[in-house]
């Protein structure tokens, strides 16, 4: 679609700010895509009562299979919301996808995938090759066009989040 049909509205003004209204109308649709995609396979594989968050924290802690805190968990993800992640953290162990693990001399604590974890994350790695990773490596140039994308978007999260910061300092007009 050409972009004279939105050049009136009040997120795309001119050309610098259509190009970026629509860049992050594309990361929501594509958010929304992974969302269905991520509650798809987790019905297949039998985590359909995860949601979303808990879902993603739940790979988070099977990366690299070391066991991490929920700071360290809410670092890798970019979420300042520790309260809201400690629940989700709570229902993993109370599915039994998750152990808590006090560190020794310490009072903090870690979290580490269990073997039923293990099996089901397993098993939606082997449905994510099967089905989409399959998919991706068919389009041209895709691990040169998704490692640029993949640089972008660390990019803009860094300017989302200065400007989150600079916002915060301003007041409303009297």
């Not at 987790?42 to 700071?71: C, F, T, W, Y």
């Amino acid at each position: 679609m050409e972009p004279t049909y939105y050049r009136n509205w009040h997120l795309a003004k001119d050309e610098t700010e259509f190009k970026v209204t629509e860049l992050e109308f594309a990361v929501l649709r594509v958010l929304e895509a992974f969302a269905r995609w991520v509650a798809s396979v987790d019905e297949m594989v039998g985590l359909s009562e995860l949601k979303h968050g808990e879902h993603v924290i739940l790979h988070v802690i099977r990366m690299q299979n070391r066991p991490k805190s929920g700071a360290t968990i809410a670092r890798l993800l970019n979420r300042d919301d520790l309260p809201n992640i400690q629940y989700s953290l709570r229902k993993l162990e109370a599915s039994g996808l998750i152990e808590k693990l006090k560190e020794s001399g310490t009072k903090n604590y870690t979290y580490t995938i269990t073997k039923l974890g293990e099996t089901l994350t397993n098993e939606y790695s082997r449905l994510r090759s099967e089905i989409l990773i399959r998919k991706l490596r068919g389009l041209s140039e895709f691990e040169a066009r998704v490692e640029d994308a993949t640089d972008l978007l660390s990019i803009l999260t860094g300017i989302y989040e200065e400007s989150a910061r600079a916002s915060a300092t301003l007041n409303r007009a009297p």
